[in-house]
């Protein structure tokens, strides 16, 4: 083991190592960065920018502790907030899930106000809807390596009839 000024190298190593860790773990995962990719999505139809709710957010991560078992994505069913779910593997992310939901802006059609045929298109204009402004978001490993991701929104959107924006 090499030293430093007679004292050992690897505490630093280990502790530089577990930082640079947990920054791969954490990466694109923090409340900051699922309201960052929500914001910028909602900037480019000229939406304003939402909050960070706790509530929500402790909601959402009961939700996907709920579903490690399965990793079925299958809606809680509440009626509080709205609701996108993604699941993926690898280090998917929760931007990777936002980056999902957004790319289907290509399906919607603002004049119709409607998804293109065979497609979606709701989780998008649940992301952009104007009158969401509060979000929380959850990300957990499931047992079988996968990963689920939840945002919640208050108060909901997409109702029928409506224009998100």
């Known amino acids: ?4 000024q007679n004292k050992p190298c690897l505490p630093i190593l280990f502790f530089l190592a577990l930082t640079t860790l947990q920054g791969i773990c954490l990466g694109q995962n923090s409340p900051q960065d699922f309201l960052n990719a929500h914001n910028s999505a909602r900037a480019q139809v000229g939406v304003g920018p939402m909050t960070w709710d706790q509530s929500a957010a402790n909601f959402a991560r009961g939700y996907v502790n ?14 509080q907030y709205g ?31 409607s998804c293109a045929g065979g497609r979606v298109c709701g989780h998008y204009t649940q992301v952009v809807w104007r009158n969401s402004n509060r979000l929380g978001c959850a990300r957990a490993r499931c047992n079988n390596g ?20």
């Open 1 to 4: 083991m090499k030293t430093f």
């Open 66 to 79: 709920s579903k490690l078992r399965d990793c079925n994505m299958v809606h809680s069913g509440n009626r």
């Open 83 to 113: 609701e996108n779910l993604a699941k993926g593997s690898g280090d998917f992310t929760g931007r990777a899930a936002v980056d999902l939901w957004v790319s289907e802006k290509a399906n919607y059609n603002y004049h119709s106000n």
């Open 146 to 165: 996968w990963w689920l991701v939840s945002c919640n929104y208050a108060p909901p959107g997409n109702y029928i009839g409506q224009r998100p924006y």
